[in-house]
């Protein structure tokens, strides 16, 4: 089993749909888990990071399962300009601290 | 502040011919990363720097690849010789790490080099 898991996707949504995405992990004691968003040709940027207890930002939700091992990641009335490739990144406790990034969700929001 | 700052935007090199990839990680930063990123393989961590000393170089693919941080302020990344196969988009990353916390912070990244090895 891969450390950091995502569906590629794409996912193609009409603009204003409710999107979710998840990405499960293999390391039970991971610490740190966050989202990135990834432009075509670009860098990845920090979307946001995830909290036990969920977190919002904006029209963003990310919320951590650690029973199950999973994060997620939901986007409201999506956007146009929300088309991107979705990573999520995990961080174990202690030890080398070395993030794991996943491959990746392609989203693709359509008029 | 500036964020992180990569230099070559672009580099196209012949194969056999050595190349250097830099990097001025977010002042006050602690840890630094060097990825490599191919349409093949996603993005591969290649080395990993925590207050300058090179603490995981498990990712770096041969001797080829050399990476240094002299100081808090600037890493190198050195392939010599170059080959096709090594032609991708390199990453350089940092963040601040604190031993005392147990959060983590998230990683910034520099707009990245575009290596094409001919």
């Known amino acids: 089993r891969k450390e950091v898991e995502q569906d590629p996707g794409p996912f193609n949504v009409p603009e204003g749909a409710t999107v979710a995405f998840n990405c499960t992990y293999s390391?039970?004691?991971?610490?740190?888990f966050f989202w990135y968003r990834q432009d075509c040709r670009k860098e990845p940027k920090l979307l946001m990071s995830?909290?036990?207890s969920g977190n919002e930002d904006g029209r963003f939700t990310a919320q951590l399962n650690r029973a199950s091992q999973y994060i997620s990641l939901l986007i409201r009335d999506s956007k146009l300009s929300d088309s991107a490739t979705y990573l999520c990144?995990?961080?174990?406790?202690?030890?080398?601290?070395?993030?794991?990034f996943g491959r990746g969700t392609s989203l693709i929001v359509h008029p | 502040d500036a964020g992180v700052i990569q230099s070559p935007r672009h580099e196209v090199t012949e194969m056999g011919q050595e190349v250097t990839l830099r990097c001025k990680p977010i002042?006050?930063?602690?840890?630094l990363f060097w990825y490599r990123q191919t349409m093949m393989r996603g993005l591969e961590l290649l080395i990993y720097?925590?207050?300058?000393?090179?603490?995981?170089d498990s990712g770096m693919p041969e001797d080829r690849f050399s990476a240094k941080m002299p100081n808090a302020s600037f890493s190198t990344l050195k392939i010599q010789p170059s080959e096709p196969r090594d032609s991708a988009v390199y990453f350089c990353?940092?963040?601040?790490?604190?031993?005392?916390?147990?959060?983590?912070?998230?990683?910034?990244f520099g707009p990245g080099t575009r290596l094409t090895v001919t």
């Open positions: 002042s006050g930063h602690n840890s």
């Open positions: 995830v909290y036990s």
């Open positions: 990353a940092s963040s601040f790490r604190s031993f005392l916390a147990t959060a983590n912070y998230g990683q910034y």
């Open positions: 390391n039970s004691a991971s610490q740190s």
């Open positions: 990144v995990v961080t174990p406790s202690g030890g080398s601290y070395i993030p794991t």
């Open positions: 720097f925590n207050n300058n000393v090179p603490i995981d």
